[in-house]
């Protein structure tokens, strides 16, 4: 069973490697393409596969009936460019109690919440004669909603709803914001066909977009529509029976943008915390996560840490795990 399960991760590995190439830029909701928290990015971003933490509401919702506990996540970003990244979250499973005068279990089930913004400043401005007027900004904001049940034992399926926010200040007569709104959904399945590996698959931001309309801006404004890219994710994590050692893997495509393909690899010890590296579509990443008691809860503190291939200098990310 460990050659059978080795051979299967070693061959998904290899499909990443044949088929992913390089992305484009420049479609809107690139935030929500970003990834969330520390672990998750030093694990390359590679995480649609793993049923642990708050995170994996967001990432795939299918995964919250197979959490082990209640988690809250807050996360900050220190980005180049004048970039801002923030992210808090909250996930738990839902296992009802068994009737005894019922057959068979209760459905599991799965529950997560969070917000998601990012945001940047010094936007530098000009008028028709490329004079500078002021510096705008611009900031960005996913409010999500996650349930997912699972019908069977090792098989759960899930959605995730998003409204989703954009905001340019200052810019409107006035001094008032261009504002536009959407919403979009993920959706999301599970299976973990023998111990210890997992499969994920998840089809994101189906319908997700930004209506914008200028009139209130210029003498005759237009009426413009921004579609998020349509997102594919599938995902294949292994952890050892021993369980220090957790390997990830992930290929994602779009309608718009050319595949990317995501690795991680954990080395834990569930006293002291863990070390993380990854690659993120060609970006190597690495971490670490530090464990300790907090009022009687456990809490971890994680860093990542990632070569940006695509600015000056690197991103450094901080999240708090709080188990309730």
Do not use: C
Not at 282 to 308: D, E, Q, W
């Amino acid at each position: 069973m460990k050659r059978y399960v080795l051979v299967l991760f070693m061959s998904f590995l290899f499909a990443l490697q044949t088929f992913a190439r390089p992305g484009d830029g420049g479609y809107a909701g690139a935030f929500l393409r970003m990834g969330l928290g520390a672990r998750a990015k030093a694990l390359g971003d590679a995480y649609s596969a793993i049923p642990e933490g708050a995170v994996a509401g967001f990432y795939n919702p299918a995964l919250l009936p197979h959490l082990q506990e209640r988690q809250l996540v807050a996360s900050y970003s220190f980005l180049t460019l004048d970039r801002n990244f923030d992210y808090i979250g909250f996930a738990m499973p839902l296992n009802p109690k068994a009737d005894p005068d019922k057959k068979g279990n209760p459905l599991k089930a799965g529950l997560a919440l969070g917000w998601v913004h990012a945001g940047v400043d010094n936007i530098y401005g000009t008028d028709g004669s490329g004079n500078h007027t002021i510096n705008f900004s611009n900031s960005e904001h996913a409010f999500y909603l996650s349930f997912a049940l699972s019908p069977f034992e090792k098989f759960s399926i899930g959605v995730n709803g998003k409204v989703l926010y954009n905001q340019i200040p200052d810019i409107e007569k006035d001094d008032g914001a261009l504002t536009s709104t959407g919403f979009g959904i993920d959706i999301g399945a599970y299976y973990s066909p023998v111990n210890n590996l997992s499969l994920g698959l998840v089809l994101r931001d189906n319908m997700s977009k930004y209506s914008w309309n200028t009139d209130t801006v210029y003498e005759r404004g237009t009426s413009t529509v921004n579609k998020f890219p349509k997102v594919t994710r599938a995902a294949i994590a292994y952890r050892i029976p021993q369980q220090w050692l957790l390997l990830t893997a992930e290929l994602e495509d779009s309608d718009k943008q050319n595949p990317r393909y995501h690795y991680g690899m954990e080395l834990s010890s569930a006293k002291i915390g863990a070390l993380r590296f990854g690659l993120d579509d060609n970006s190597p990443t690495f971490g670490m996560g530090i464990k300790f008691n907090l009022l009687g809860k456990a809490n971890m503190i994680n860093y990542a840490f990632i070569v940006s291939q695509d600015a000056p200098g690197s991103d450094h990310i901080f999240s708090w795990a709080f188990n309730i």
